[in-house]
């Protein structure tokens, strides 16, 4: 009787104990849901003031953004007032003047060479004798005028196109296509082009491509047809002698040789910087556009 007595006793130990955890367990389970469901409320509370942060955040780089667009008067050397456009406006067919990017201008993409051969050029410029041709990645207005008055079909006049069209040679970005510049001298009828190829115009590995090569004779040979009124090119013929090193800065020389009627003879070379080293030479014939 004793034994079972100790057996019923313990028994009753086990359940009592069992009812204890069970219950310990329930009151467990209990907090964590009011701990995880303040939790949640706290998180939602969380992200509704980041939203709310975000879009006062938004509002205010908004209105940021609209003083940074406004139009700002400037003045040029002569006295005649110019309108900034907004930033990455561009309007080409408006009554009111704009100040496009100058591409012509050292960036941070132009080696040390490049800069060099610029600072030199522009102390040329100071006695008058050789002028630096700016450069954009549109057509100025008046320029396109005459070319869609004489050339292009009114069935192509696309206005919506035509202002969305850039120069070729400025339609990379900067520091992987063609960074150039242009000082043209008037009375030796001579285009000088200060060159470095980019990463985006590689041939044969390590070499800028041939018909980049082509691209910046044509361009420099054209300025100097141009430079005599407006022409577009009949013949270019170009004999490549070295490849050029991608990346390096070369020296493309055009000038006027003779002119017959229309017809504008031009020559052309590629050099080296220190003129050791010829890598191409090109003859070429342009067309005045009467």
Not at 97 to 116: E, F
Not at 125 to 132: A, I, L, N, P, V
Not at 180 to 192: A, L, T
Request: net charge positive.
């Amino acid at each position: 009787m004793d034994l079972l007595w100790e057996e019923f006793q313990h028994g009753q130990t086990k359940v009592k104990v069992g009812s204890h955890l069970r219950a310990l367990s329930r009151r467990a389970i209990e907090r964590n849901s009011r701990n995880h469901r303040v939790s949640v409320r706290e998180t939602g509370r969380a992200i509704e003031r980041k939203g709310i942060l975000e879009r006062r955040l938004e509002k205010h780089a908004g209105v940021l953004m609209e003083k940074k667009n406004a139009k700002k008067e400037r003045k040029n050397d002569s006295g005649e007032v110019f309108h900034e456009p907004p930033a990455g406006a561009q309007r080409l067919f408006s009554s009111e003047k704009v100040i496009p990017k100058d591409y012509g201008l050292p960036n941070p993409s132009w080696s040390k060479d490049l800069r060099l051969l610029f600072d030199q050029f522009m102390k040329k410029c100071e006695d008058g004798s050789w002028k630096r041709l700016p450069s954009y990645r549109q057509n100025p207005t008046q320029t396109l005028k005459d070319f869609q008055t004489r050339f292009v079909d009114p069935r192509f006049m696309n206005e919506e196109q035509v202002s969305k069209a850039q120069q070729f040679s400025r339609s990379l970005e900067e520091g992987l296509g063609f960074e150039y510049v242009m000082f043209y001298n008037k009375v030796e009828k001579k285009m000088v082009c200060l060159f470095q190829g980019g990463l985006h115009l590689q041939g044969v590995p390590g070499f800028v491509h041939g018909g980049a090569i082509a691209t910046i004779i044509d361009v420099t040979t054209g300025m100097c047809a141009i430079a005599e009124g407006i022409a577009m090119t009949a013949n270019l013929n170009i004999d490549y002698k070295k490849p050029i090193p991608l990346c390096s800065v070369v020296v493309v020389t055009s000038q006027l040789s003779k002119t017959e009627g229309r017809k504008l003879f031009i020559s052309c070379t590629v050099q080296s910087v220190d003129e050791k080293t010829l890598y191409t030479q090109a003859t070429g014939e342009k067309l005045h556009c009467l």
